[in-house]
């Protein structure tokens, strides 16, 4: 079938030189192609705004390409599937794929999961909890950090959306102390009146290792890196002997233009024979099922909170990046691309 069809889709306009601002995108409007054989047409209902999509702004080499000039953006979305090609998709399913920052997209089939929409009290949350930041937090803290039950655990952006559910299972799973850092008075509030922290702070009250100092007089065991710099620096120092880190992000560090000093007590790790492992949860995928069992109970049984910070509109992308970076978001960022009344999770 084709139907001429025109659609909003958000470029990168420029590659920015530390802060992106709305100048960095352009909102435009195109023709949405038919799909070709194999392939499924979604209309994006939700999509994610992340962190490492600032990484993928920049022309350098990571591990993962550099998003082209001029080209939509791209990153996890669900979506409701219009038309199909594809023998595993029927019109009317519901997907995650990773073609976020348009209206419409054309996917291969094998790039589309199905989703069940009745599975879940919103779909945003296959992009959140029950997503790739729940996963982050999940195989970060259990497979990385190696965490045990008795164990003081330290994450930094505690808040946020990897942050609130690496404290949550630590809590769950037996943790002795869990504290967390937050860049506001709210947000600190939040992770010990909701989220059952033991302790928690506002990084830019004080230095952090003072702070954690006396947030964990016994030290800790694990530390969660969101945050890097002088977040790193404090974890290393408030470690106990054979402490664990699980370096999952360095948020501290995406938007400067110089590098950073810290931490300059890297070399302690040596003597408490400390273990720092780099993560990307792109290695994790197969803990995906006992991560949907074990934190989707949680989630079912009102074990586990999430808070989501949900902006209107393809228009509102840039603005809702620009505001996660700076920390404006409270949960896990998304956009509603387009609400259908039809489909339950809405
Ligand atoms: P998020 O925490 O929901 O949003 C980003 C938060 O970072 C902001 O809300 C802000 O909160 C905080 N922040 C910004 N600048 C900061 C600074 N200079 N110092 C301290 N905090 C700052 O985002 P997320 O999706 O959960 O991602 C969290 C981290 O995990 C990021 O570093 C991301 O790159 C990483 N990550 C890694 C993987 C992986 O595979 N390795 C996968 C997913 C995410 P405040 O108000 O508290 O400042």
Redesign the pocket.
């Known amino acids: 079938m084709s139907t001429h069809r025109t659609g909003r889709e958000v470029r990168l306009a420029a590659r920015p030189q530390g802060w992106p601002t709305e100048e960095t995108f352009d909102v435009v409007e195109v023709e949405v192609a038919d799909p070709g054989p194999g392939q499924v047409l979604v209309r994006n209902l939700f999509m994610s705004v992340?962190?490492?999509m600032r990484g993928r702004m920049n022309d350098a080499k990571s591990y993962l390409p550099p998003f082209a000039l001029d080209a939509a953006m791209e990153g996890g979305a669900v979506g409701e599937v219009i038309e199909s090609n594809s023998p595993d998709h029927k019109v009317g399913d519901v997907v995650l794929h990773g073609l976020g920052w348009r209206e419409y997209a054309v996917v291969d089939g094998k790039q589309a999961r199905v989703v069940d929409p009745t599975a879940v009290p919103s779909l945003s949350v296959y992009l959140g909890v029950l997503g790739?930041?729940g996963l982050?937090a999940y195989a970060g803290l259990l497979d990385v950090a190696e965490f045990k039950a008795g164990d003081t655990v330290f994450v930094?952006?505690a808040?946020?959306?990897?942050?609130n559910e690496v404290g949550q299972i630590a809590k769950l799973k037996g943790a002795k102390r869990v504290i967390g850092s937050?860049?506001?008075a709210e947000?600190v509030k939040h992770l010990i009146d909701d989220l059952g922290f033991d302790a928690a702070f506002n990084?830019k009250d004080g230095p952090v290792a003072e702070q954690l100092a006396a947030a964990a007089p016994e030290g800790i065991d694990v530390y969660f890196d969101?945050?890097g710099g002088e977040h790193l620096e404090a974890a290393i120092e408030s470690f106990n002997v054979h402490g664990r880190a699980a370096i999952?992000?360095?948020?501290?560090m995406y938007n400067s233009t110089e590098p950073s000093a810290a931490p300059r007590n890297l070399a302690t790790v040596i003597g408490k024979r400390l273990t720092l492992r780099g993560?990307?949860?792109?290695d994790h995928a197969r803990r995906m099922p006992d991560f949907i069992a074990e934190v989707g109970g949680w989630l079912r049984e009102g074990k586990i909170k999430y808070r989501e910070d949900v902006t209107d509109g393809l228009e509102s992308t840039p603005e809702a990046f620009i505001g996660?970076?700076?920390?404006r978001?409270f949960g896990?960022?998304l956009v509603r691309v387009s609400p259908d009344p039809t489909l339950p999770g809405q």
């Open positions: 992340d962190p490492y790739m930041t982050t930094s952006g808040a946020g959306a990897v942050g937050a860049g506001s947000k990084y969101n945050v999952c992000g360095m948020i501290s993560m990307l949860v792109g996660m970076l700076e920390g978001n896990k960022q």
